[in-house]
């Protein structure tokens, strides 16, 4: 069982639709979590973190964080094309790194 | 904002040649990261410095090294290269050693053909 755990997808959404985004992790001690998202051949761009259960939200993003649950969500509000890309949850490890989700496409319609 | 900077961009070897790949933290940030990522996989964990020290190591080789200098740039050297060497190679840096609330931001990356 990895780490880090993400449906793959691809998930489908209209455009204009919210999409979710899940995440679960297995380190019961994780402290802080991140959402990257990635165009193919790019490198991984931060959108969100979030260290405190609850919800945060930035413009059309919202991450929230359940640390009893062990889940981290992603909602992406008013979905646009350009927001198709593969979305990475990162969870923080002591040590410094961070362990990714294997990512989940995203693909909004038009 | 000026942001990662890796080079060079792209880089093909033939096996068993050696490979330096080159990252430049954003200004004032003293983490560098180094992350290896496989077609179709996310990005692995290889290693990190603060302050010019190794601070965690993951999986990376025997045959890789790397090191961060007085000028927080971070080198990764790669010998002896193998096929599954072939990947996209990322740095990251972040400000103040690997605590749990700094964020890490991504360079470019350096996408490695072995041939």
């Known amino acids: 069982q990895k780490e880090v755990e993400q449906n793959s997808g691809p998930l489908s959404v209209p455009e204009g639709a919210i999409a979710s985004l899940n995440c679960t992790y297995s380190?019961?001690?994780?402290?802080?979590f991140f959402w990257y998202r990635q165009y193919s051949g790019k490198s991984p761009e931060l959108i969100m973190f979030?260290?405190?259960?609850g919800d945060k939200e930035d413009g059309r993003f919202t991450a929230q964080l359940n640390k009893a649950s062990q889940y981290v969500s992603l909602l992406i509000r008013d979905s646009q094309p350009s927001d198709s890309a593969t979305y990475l949850c990162?969870?923080?490890?002591?040590?410094?790194?961070?362990?990714f989700g294997q990512g989940t496409e995203l693909s909004v319609k038009p | 904002a000026a942001g990662v900077i890796q080079s060079p961009r792209h880089l093909i070897k033939e096996k068993r040649e050696t490979a330096t790949l080159k990252c430049y933290p954003i200004?004032?940030?003293?983490?560098v990261y180094w992350y290896q990522q496989g077609p179709g996989q996310d990005p692995q964990f290889l290693i990190s410095?603060?302050?010019?020290?190794?601070?965690d190591k993951g999986s990376i080789p025997d045959r890789f090294s790397a090191q961060q200098f007085s000028d927080y740039h971070s080198e990764l050297n790669m010998s002896s290269l193998e096929l599954g060497d072939s990947a996209l190679y990322f740095c990251?840096?972040?400000?103040?050693?690997?605590?749990?609330?700094?964020?890490?931001?991504f360079g470019p990356g350096t996408r490695l053909t072995v041939l």
């Open positions: 380190d019961r001690g994780s402290q802080s």
């Open positions: 990251a840096s972040s400000l103040g050693g690997g605590g749990s609330y700094n964020e890490q931001f």
């Open positions: 410095f603060y302050e010019k020290m190794q601070s």
């Open positions: 990162a969870v923080h490890n002591q040590g410094g790194k961070l362990i």
């Open positions: 200004p004032r940030h003293d983490t």
């Open positions: 979030i260290y405190s259960n």
